[in-house]
T-cell receptor, first 114, second 118 residues
Framework: AAGVIQSPRHLIKEKRETATLKCYPI?????VYWYQQGPGQDPQFLIS???????DKGSIPDRFSAQQFSDYHSELNMSSLELGDSALYFC?????????????FGSGTQLSVL | AQKVTQAQTEISVVEKEDVTLDCVYE???????LFWYKQPPSGELVFLIR??????QNEISGRYSWNFQKSTSSFNFTITASQVVDSAVYFC???????????????FGTGTKLQVIP
């Protein structure tokens, strides 16, 4: 069965650079979530989209922006990168309204800011 | 606001021992979902179980079992006869119903690192 696809798997950037992370949800899933997990930390919710509209917002810095496109894939854009942005970024998807509300996670993008 | 507490930061057990991971949650909603995820050293988040707040029946899946006690807001996870492959960080999580009716973001606990020693 198809899973949530995230790209790239690993990304190395320098301070003040920009980065774009991509997420392809499971087919027919209409809701996408972004999480940030720092080293040794629990995943922290950043932002979510439902039907291409932002549905909830967490601790996402103003330097970050995200959107969900017509094909339901989502991109997290990160600008003016800082050392503290080094983390594992997870994308998750679900199909709202179905009885199974399980959140499916991608394998994550490991971002290293040097 | 919702909150998930996993008081055990790290646990070490010898292979074949049983181990219980504690999870206590806070929520103002009467309808919510509870989850357990496993994060092995490779980093991915692996779904283990989802429990509806209306379903307090305990569940067993192989060596895994879960004890949901709504009265004490706890959702504990027990691994029986632990194995080295069980070594991972385990996260308990909570999802509440959002304003639009759908379940919104998942709030994770801080995780419990389990080390199973051969």
């Amino acid at each position: 069965a198809a899973g949530v696809i995230q790209s790239p798997r690993h990304l190395i950037k320098e301070k003040r650079e920009t980065a774009t992370l991509k997420c392809y949800p499971i087919p027919r899933h209409d809701t996408v979530y972004w999480y940030q997990q720092g080293p040794g930390q629990d995943p922290q919710f950043l932002i979510s989209f439902y039907e291409k509209m932002q549905s909830d917002k967490g601790s996402i810095p103003d330097r970050f922006s995200a959107q969900q496109f017509s094909d339901y894939h989502s991109e997290l854009n990160m600008s003016s990168l800082e050392l503290g942005d080094s983390a594992l970024y997870f994308c998750a998807s679900r199909k709202r309204g179905e009885t199974d509300e399980k959140l499916f996670f991608g394998s994550g993008t490991q971002l290293s800011v040097l | 606001a919702q909150k998930v507490t996993q008081a055990q930061t790290e646990i070490s057990v010898v292979e074949k021992e049983d181990v219980t991971l504690d999870c206590v949650y806070e929520t103002r909603d009467t309808t919510y979902y509870l989850f357990w995820y496993k994060q092995p050293p490779s980093g991915e988040l692996v779904f283990l179980i989802r429990r509806n707040s209306f379903d307090e029946q305990n569940e067993i899946s192989g060596r895994y079992s879960w004890n949901f006690q709504k009265s004490t807001s706890s959702f504990n996870f027990t691994i029986t006869a632990s194995q080295v492959v069980d070594s991972a960080v385990y996260f308990c999580a909570l999802s509440e119903r959002g304003k639009g009716g759908g379940y919104q973001k998942v709030t994770f606990g801080t995780g419990t690192k389990l080390q199973v020693i051969p």
